[in-house]
């Protein structure tokens, strides 16, 4: 369940307001501790985002700068900055590092755009000398403008605010097929997979390393960066689901390449007579992959069938070089049926649900085309045939399916449709009016009260409105 | 609102975790961090059972694991392997657990997906690196993983009693009941031979006719007094067992027209027990479904116990699961039975043990024998009778049957904090809990008998009077500072019996014991070690909230909670009396926004309000009234000199703005909890001089010196002596549940639509959507990466 977000400020006025203060002129001291007061307020209220944290932090060190004497000690101001600055680049990399293994603060940082030497000076101010005076006041100044560029202004004005420099996700082709041809090479002479076991290990958790990198870049692609916070119930939960599935729809995409799970020479590409399978090598070096992802991913194997059957029921022609050519095709339905068949035998509950899933997506792309003849139509209802196996409960769609050719159709809008749905939530509303027996015990205990002094029940004059807005009574 | 998908994953999820005790991570060296490898809340199936070998052998069997692992990883041609790999090693673990939850997942196959879509959902991931986890008093954002001794299973069958009309079940009316000193209301009454069992969910009053019953590790004998059964799904339910029907009938006889051969047989009555309490399914809506029992009834037990929301369970069912006595616990709780002379029983472990489940129960025996029993609460995250962030003094005089949120109680002595952690000020609290053991030993121990009977007219009871023993429940925060706040507790409070949860986590780690465990200079008599609980194979609803969602609904309840007025209410608050405020009903028909609200004059009213909490030195007065709008605040009772009325000299910076200041100091201290205590909650829903938004009609007229505030605390308290004149405003902040309303609409999702009737832009505080731009969020802490060494 999704909630709102509790905020320190009322309105944005108050944001902009708070923005101008610090923004509006550089030299301007007590507007600048207008703002420091503003914020050490919200803070008392609730948890500030980070970016305004920071904001508190470095207008603080700064303010206190300007007042600074020279007889001062130095080493004060220097770790007031020093501390401002490590704690913003630290909280902004550390949410978004979202895989099972560290990257380097480095790549994150370049991937929401914070400039490196930030990066470069939190080090230096964490692990080696105390950088100067001179560079700490710099980044200081800097840090002010990037929170402005991405951070208040965004937020204030949404349609204006610059494009956060994103870099692009990097290709996960080249890992895959290092991958594979480590693979290979293993599978055919198995006395050498301890030599490779070891490289083989790394390259996996570049891929699982890549898809935080995809992750990351998910919530760049949304518009924001910072995750949501944990006192929030399930919305941080709801959000990484889509993150995460975003994440793996691109793995996907990568791993149904040529070359990939469907070998590239068309010969390989024809699975054994027997089963329904992909071709044995091509299991023996994907499924540890396979496996090993879906161990931090539960929801992958969904994800590749539901990309599979997408692509599978994809009507749109016009790259394609040969059209008699279905090897590739048929291997990717065996993939889907492999995955399904042999998939959650780890998780018998699951097997049920997945085989449920994969037949209604089937059946709704199948239905769909219903007469458009799409290309990949033998292959799906081959597909289909072979899933719903021995399973009678599904024996009569599958039927109607194969003998029906009427298209579906899409009904034309009409005004009276509005008032069979109104008419129809109306009545859904009466059903829960009737369900819904409220009880209240206490309103009839309203014995006279004597209140403390100051203290009155406001009763029939106030009428109810938000927490944080002031009723006046007259 | 969650997908198919979801639910699937996460039906999987719970269904990989034996896997996952081969898997749980891949990298070997990872074993060396026990937090590494700790990621999933839910069950953990895979482990347990080690744990009570001797270590040798433990060490012995983690090693194979390990090796089990790398085999696993060489052997990447062949993956399928894994199955063998998790036979070999949770053979010895659950086959019977296989068994059970076998059984039940046929049952309850249908609901499965069903549930898992509308409450929430169980962790989804077998790996999460930045799932927030609020935990009760603790440091360390992680949860552990609770590798825990074995227990008994919990029994298959809930209920072996089988109703049968006019058998074994009647039902009463009123007027049969005259005879008899119980509520007259309709009810029904149950014959049970002994050791049969019966599991009742939902609300109930419970009174036992005949014989003796126990109920949550408790035993209960023939009393006229009901006790009122919360049982929701959110905690292990109570199996009713009949132990045995020797035992004085009670005063009065039972119509013979119902044909009740009394002689035999151990009866109780259970009767209606309306309280509105489901209602809290609505405002908090993690909740929602945790109250519906209906559909896991048996068809033909539905309206045989003919009590409304009260349901008859007969079997295990997915989502809920019985209370489960462990037998070191039994033991422990047996050990105290004897002891007549009161004591100080100090409960103390890590988090998730069970020490707020022991203390309970420990409360709930000691009941038996006492008159009343005092609670010493120090764990400031997940307090038993009052809202998080105080410690309380409460002087409990029935059993308590329910989750914390079910017993909302005025304290009879309570200091805020302000925090769901001492860690920002730790010296504070320890002073705290010093002045609440103080008032204890002067005016509870022993109490003056006179006072008892005042507002009681339970004369009859044969339990001791004139003693009160304290029950001390610590926070689980046990390593670095907080270990050493529990050892000074402990120092304080000086008990006479310590009961302390050891888990195999502590023994693995003997630094931590070293550095944090020093021995208390006071030794106790008793020392009792305790099993911690286990975490539930069947991953049952309670399991799957987290202490942020307990916390949440806990405050809540205590916002919508109608308390009965003090008998006394003219006494002095410095002596503190002896009275148990309990709610008797909730009021969740209004959500708070639409509650009509105390108006309050605080040129009047209020002599002080202090901000605690780090970095609240820096509100100044200018600003307050912000930090104060929409707060959650703290009403004390003050009698020492130092929170009297403000000195005239406040400064009011900009005076045009603010009529009157509000009393306020910057960077004061909070009241001495030597002459002050805490009432309860209260709710600033708005401030006068500053309403953010346009006020929806009418001009703003009235008092400009007035704020508007929701608090259960009777009104009678708050001008007690010299009235609740100071207000507390710590960290924690109103869920946001309670700045929604519900009532909106008659659908579940009306208050989607706004709040009071106004657009969400025109609703302060509340912001759609994730924050646009970079770091609009809360900061994030995360200690579980794997670093380049463990690559």
Same mark, same amino acid.
């Given at each position: ?97 979202? #895989? ?10 370049? !991937? ?82 301890? $030599? ?26 949304? #518009? ?108 990717? $339905? ?13 998780? !018998? ?21 219903? #007469? ?12 289909? !045939? ?81 927490? #944080? ?6 | ?181 119980? %509520? ?6 149950? +014959? ?32 006229? +007094? ?444 909070? %009241? ?117 060494? !463990?690559?």
């Amino acid at each position: 369940m999704i909630l709102p977000r509790r905020v320190p400020w009322a309105t944005l006025a108050e944001l902009d307001q708070l923005c101008s203060w610090i923004y509006a002129d550089k030299a301007d001291f007590d507007s600048k501790l207008l703002a420091i007061h503003r914020l050490s307020a919200w803070r008392a209220i609730t948890y500030l985002p980070h970016a305004l944290e920071s904001t508190l932090a470095l207008l603080v060190s700064i303010t206190r700068d300007d007042i600074a004497h020279d007889t001062d000690h130095s080493l004060f101001l220097r770790q007031s900055y020093a501390a401002a600055i490590i704690r913003l680049v630290n909280g902004f990399v550390d949410p978004l590092q979202l #895989g099972a293994y560290a990257r380097s603060i480095a790549s994150i940082a370049n !991937q929401i755009g914070l400039p490196q030497w930030l990066v470069e000076l939190r080090h230096a101010a964490t692990h080696e000398d105390l950088p100067s005076l001179e560079l700490l006041r710099e980044a200081a100044v800097q840090s002010l403008n990037w929170l402005l560029h991405h951070y208040f202004l965004p937020i204030l004005n949404p349609s204006s605010a610059v494009e956060p420099r994103q870099a692009p996700l990097q290709s996960l082709g080249p890992l895959l097929k290092q991958y594979k041809s480590l693979c290979k090479i293993t599978t055919r002479d198995v006395s050498l997979s301890s $030599a490779y076991k070891s490289s083989i290990t790394a390259l996996v958790r570049s891929i699982e390393r890549w898809i935080s990198e995809a992750k990351v870049a998910a919530n760049l692609a949304a #518009g924001d960066v910072g995750w949501v916070v944990g006192s929030q119930y399930d919305s941080a939960f709801s959000d990484d689901h889509e993150k995460e599935q975003w994440a793996l729809e691109k793995l996907c995409d990568a791993l149904l390449e040529k070359g990939a799970l469907v070998p590239l020479s068309r010969k390989k590409r024809v699975g054994p007579s027997d089963t329904f399978y992909p071709p044995a090598t091509s299991i023996q070096i994907w499924s540890p992959l396979l496996h090993h992802l879906q161990e931090f991913h539960p929801e992958l194997p969904s994800i590749v069938c539901g990309r599979i059957i997408a692509f599978l029921s994809d009507r749109d022609e016009t790259n394609d070089e040969n059209k008699s050519d279905t090897t590739f095709e048929t291997c990717l $339905a065996r993939w889907v049926f492999w995955v399904v068949d042999t998939w959650p035998s780890n998780s !018998q509950v699951d097997d049920r649900n997945l085989r449920q899933e994969v037949v209604i997506n089937l059946m709704q792309a199948l239905g769909r085309n219903l #007469g458009n003849g799409f290309r990949n139509h033998k292959i799906a209802i081959d597909l289909l !045939q072979r899933l719903c196996h021995s399973r009678p409960e599904w024996e009569s769609p599958l039927n109607m399916l194969l003998q029906s050719s009427t298209p579906y159709r899409h009904i034309e809008w009409q005004n009276g449709h509005m008032d069979t749905m109104d008419e129809r939530l109306e009545r859904l509303q009466t059903l829960h009016q009737e369900s819904e027996t409220c009880v209240d015990t206490s309103s009839s205990e309203d014995v006279i009260q004597t209140y403390a002094s100051g203290w009155k029940l406001l009763n029939t004059t106030w009428k109810p409105c938000p927490i #944080g807005v002031h009723w006046a009574t007259v | 609102m969650l997908s198919a998908i979801a639910a699937r994953k996460a039906a999987q999820a719970a269904a990989r975790t034996n896997a996952e005790s081969a898997l749980e991570s891949p990298t070997p060296a990872a074993e060396e961090h026990e937090e590494v490898e700790v990621v999933e809340p839910a069950s953990v199936v895979g482990k347990r059972k080690l744990t009570d070998r001797p270590s040798g052998t433990r060490r012995r069997e983690r090693q194979q694991k390990k090796k089990a692992k790398r085999y696993f990883l060489e052997d990447k041609a062949d993956f399928r392997t894994q199955q063998d790999v998790i036979i070999v090693k949770s053979d010895s673990d659950s086959v019977s657990n296989s068994d059970v939850s076998d059984e039940y997942t046929d049952i309850n196959l249908a609901d499965e997906d069903e549930l898992m879509g509308e409450v929430r959902a169980p962790p989804k991931r077998a790996w999460s690196p930045s799932m927030p986890v609020l935990d009760s008093s603790d440091e360390e954002s992680i949860i552990e993983e609770n590798e825990s001794l074995s227990q008994s299973l919990p029994p298959r069958s809930l209920s072996t009693f089988h109703p049968i009309r006019g058998q074994n079940l009647f039902y009463v009316s009123p007027n049969q009941l005259s005879s008899l000193k119980v %509520p007259q209301k309709n009810g029904t009454i149950l +014959k049970l031979s002994p050791e049969e069992t019966i599991c009742i969910a939902g609300t109930y009053m419970l009174t036992v006719l005949q014989g003796t019953i126990s109920i949550l590790g408790t035993l209960l004998t023939v009393s006229p +007094k009901p006790h009122n059964i919360y049982a929701f799904k959110s905690s292990p339910l109570p199996v009713i067992t009949a132990v045995s029907s020797e035992s004085t009938l009670l005063q009065g006889t039972i119509p013979t027209e119902l044909g009740i051969s009394m002689p035999s047989g151990i009866v109780v009555m259970i009767q209606e027990l309306q309280t509105g309490v489901e209602g809290l399914g609505r405002v908090c809506k993690v909740f929602h479904g945790v109250f519906d029992f209906a559909r896991y009834e048996d068809q033909e037990d539905r309206q045989m116990l003919n009590v409304n929301g009260a349901y008859l369970l007969r079997n295990l069912g997915k989502d809920y699961e019985p209370y489960v006595l462990p037998t070191s616990w039994e033991k422990a709780l047996e050990n105290t039975s004897s002891t007549t002379a009161g004591g100080v029983y100090l409960v103390k472990g890590a988090k998730k043990s069970g020490k707020s489940t022991f203390a309970r129960t420990l409360l709930n025996h000691l009941l038996n024998r006492f008159e009343r029993v005092a609670y010493l609460e120090c764990d400031l995250g997940q307090s038993e009778f009052t809202p998080a962030g105080m410690v309380a003094l409460n002087i409990v005089n029935a059993p308590c049957f329910g989750p914390p949120f079910t017993h909302p109680t005025i304290p009879n002595a309570a200091h805020y904090i302000g925090a769901t952690s001492p860690r920002s000020s730790p010296s504070h609290y320890l002073s705290c809990i010093q002045a609440l053991f103080r008032s204890y030993e002067l005016d509870v121990q022993t109490p003056i008998v006179s006072n008892i009977f005042s507002g009681s007219d339970d004369v009859t009871t044969d339990r001791i009077l004139d003693t009160i023993p304290l029950v001390v429940n610590t926070m689980g925060w046990n390593k670095g500072l907080g270990a050493d706040l529990t050892r000074k507790i402990q120092d304080t409070v000086q008990p006479s019996h310590v009961f302390e949860f050891v888990s195999s986590q502590t023994t693995e780690n003997p630094d931590w014991r070293d550095e944090s465990n020093q021995p208390p200079t006071f030794e106790p008599q008793v020392h009792t070690l305790l099993d911690p609980i286990i975490p539930s194979p069947s991953n049952p609803l309670h399991t799957r909230y987290t202490a942020a969602d307990h916390r949440a609904l806990n405050i809540l309840s205590h916002l919508h909670a109608v308390l009965p007025s003090p008998s006394s209410p003219e006494s002095d608050p410095s002596i503190l009396s002896l009275e148990q405020l309990v709610a008797t009903s909730w009021r969740t028909s209004l959500s708070l926004c639409s509650q009509p609200p105390y108006a309050v004059d605080w040129t009047k009213a209020i002599d002080r309000i202090v901000l605690v909490g780090s970095g609240t030195e820096d509100v100044v007065p200018s600003e307050v009234g912000r930090v104060l709008n929409g707060a959650l605040v703290a009403v004390v009772t003050s009698w020492g000199d130092d929170m009297g009325p403000p000195e005239r000299d406040l400064i009011n910076p900009n005076g045009e703005d603010v009529p009157a200041p509000i009393p306020y100091n910057q960077g004061s201290s909070p %009241p001495s909890p030597t002459s002050s205590t805490c009432l309860g909650l209260a709710l600033i829903r708005s401030l006068s001089h500053f309403s953010p938004l346009a006020v929806p009609l009418g001009p703003t007229l009235g008092t400009s010196t007035e704020l508007h505030l929701l608090t259960h605390i009777p009104p009678s308290l708050l001008h007690r002596g010299n009235g609740a004149r100071v207000f507390v405003k710590g960290e924690i902040e109103l869920p946001i549940w309670g700045m929604l309303d519900y009532s909106v609409g008659m659908r579940d999702d009306g208050w989607k639509s706004g709040v009071a009737g106004l657009e969400w832009s025109r609703v302060p505080y509340l912001r759609w959507g994730k924050g646009e731009g970079v770091g609009a969020d809360k900061r994030r802490v995360r200690r579980n990466l794997m670093r380049k060494g !463990q690559m």
